[in-house]
């Protein structure tokens, strides 16, 4: 993957990143990229620390990264699948990806299994989905 992939200047429509120990800075980094991207339509980034927090929940909790992805799902227009399975975003990621998916209208499929959203961030997201027309 090099930079112009990642901004869309070079078909890439899908991208696996999964379990390649990225961190809540990587994600902003992959964030900037989708936000800009033109092109992808599908982001694994399933086994990844995105918010600081390991599989055993060790770490710890920096919501920027998923945040910034969240603020970039807002602006994209065209990824479709996005699987964040295993990736720690907690509460306060279940409520920034809550706040995109009210916005955003093309992302159809969106795995969040594993993540300790709890209930509070389930709320976010169902109360997103209510207003969200795909």
Do not use: H
Not at 62 to 77: E, H, P, R
Not at 96 to 103: F, K, N, P, R, T
């Amino acid at each position: 993957l090099n930079p112009l992939q990642l901004r869309g200047r070079e078909a890439v429509p899908s991208l696996d990143l999964s379990s390649k120990g990225l961190g809540p800075g990587s994600a902003a980094v992959v964030a900037a990229g989708v936000s800009v991207n033109g092109v992808l339509t599908s982001l694994d980034l399933r086994g990844n620390e995105i918010c600081g927090i390991d599989e055993d929940g060790d770490g710890e909790y920096d919501a920027s990264g998923i945040v910034a992805l969240a603020d970039a799902l807002k602006v994209n227009a065209v990824l479709t699948n996005l699987d964040l399975t295993d990736c720690g975003i907690g509460v306060e990621g279940a409520k920034a990806i809550g706040s995109a998916l009210a916005i955003n209208g093309v992302l159809t499929d969106l795995n969040l299994w594993d993540n300790k959203i709890g209930p509070e961030g389930a709320k976010a997201l169902a109360s997103a989905l209510r207003v969200n027309e795909v």
